[in-house]
């Protein structure tokens, strides 16, 4: 790897943690620009699972406040992403390449769908928050968290969009501690599938430091750009050029 292309994944780095903080995809950067580099459609997978572990370290840390009084609930939820980490990353595995080039525009595709019909998280805050007053979490939380899981081990582009409704809905927290479980258990099916990847397949090491390094300078900053952008233009701008992207792979994958 030159020093044009580590920059341009430093680059690319910061903009996939400034593209999750504002709407759960960061993939829709991370994961072309390692396709840019070169790298076949699953090493560019893998090695975006890696280095996105990152993102996950300090969105935890920062989400320490919010997690206080959270460690008997988030218990059987991360066993649960635990074993859908596992999951997905084995999928991934047993894909063969040819097949995942032709499944990955449809995965973008469908992300960037759900951004575009999702309802703001502050009123799946509210309705969640009237639905389930003074209730506790229901028996199946544990089970729609393993299915998320799944598919963040697998490919994970809006999974933390997925798992942050289902949180709101589902359990009447309020937003900032439904971020934080979701940062927890989003991040524990990362690692698990990260680990997987590092233990069993290449990871292109060379092209995940700087893509991690990106992440980090872009998670710690997305906050900030948050709070001062709108944020509601900003995730159609995302997603609409998710939906780009996933016609730019679909014509490569299919060869028109």
């Known amino acids: 790897?030159?020093?044009?292309?580590?920059?341009?994944?430093?680059?690319?780095?910061?903009?996939?943690?400034?593209?999750g903080s504002i709407a759960g995809l960061a993939s829709l950067i991370s994961y072309p620009a390692l396709l840019a580099t070169g790298l076949p459609p699953i090493t560019a997978n893998v090695s975006n699972t890696v280095a996105l572990v990152l993102n996950s370290v300090g969105s935890v840390s920062a989400s320490r406040p919010e997690l206080r009084g959270q460690a008997r609930r988030?218990?059987?939820?991360?066993?649960?992403?635990?074993?859908?980490?596992?999951?997905?990353?084995?999928?991934?595995?047993?894909?063969?390449?040819?097949?995942?080039?032709r499944i990955v525009p449809f995965l973008i595709a469908g992300a960037s769908a759900a951004i575009l019909v999702?309802?703001?998280?502050?009123?799946?805050?509210?309705?969640?928050?009237?639905?389930?007053?003074?209730?506790?979490?229901?028996?199946?939380?544990?089970?729609?968290?393993?299915?998320?899981?799944?598919?963040?081990?697998?490919?994970?582009?809006?999974?933390?969009?997925?798992?942050?409704?289902?949180?709101?809905?589902?359990?009447?927290?309020?937003?900032?501690?439904?971020?934080?479980?979701?940062?927890?258990?989003?991040?524990?099916?990362?690692?698990?599938a990260a680990l997987g990847y590092v233990l069993f397949t290449s990871v292109a090491w060379s092209a995940v430091l700087p893509l991690a390094i990106g992440c980090l300078i872009g998670g710690r900053i997305g906050p900030t750009v948050v709070r001062r952008a709108p944020q509601a233009g900003l995730r159609r701008v995302i997603a609409v050029a998710g939906l780009g992207l996933a016609v730019h792979l679909a014509i490569q994958a299919f060869g028109g």
């Open 1 to 19: 790897m030159n020093v044009w292309e580590f920059g341009f994944l430093v680059l690319a780095g910061v903009g996939a943690g400034l593209t």
């Open 74 to 101: 988030l218990l059987p939820l991360a066993g649960a992403a635990v074993l859908g980490g596992v999951a997905g990353a084995v999928l991934l595995l047993l894909t063969p390449s040819a097949a995942f080039e």
């Open 118 to 192: 999702q309802r703001p998280p502050r009123e799946l805050a509210l309705e969640g928050a009237r639905q389930h007053a003074g209730a506790g979490d229901p028996w199946w939380l544990p089970l729609g968290t393993f299915a998320v899981a799944i598919y963040g081990g697998y490919f994970g582009a809006a999974a933390g969009v997925l798992l942050l409704a289902y949180y709101l809905l589902s359990t009447g927290e309020g937003l900032p501690r439904g971020n934080a479980m979701k940062n927890v258990v989003l991040g524990v099916a990362n690692a698990v």
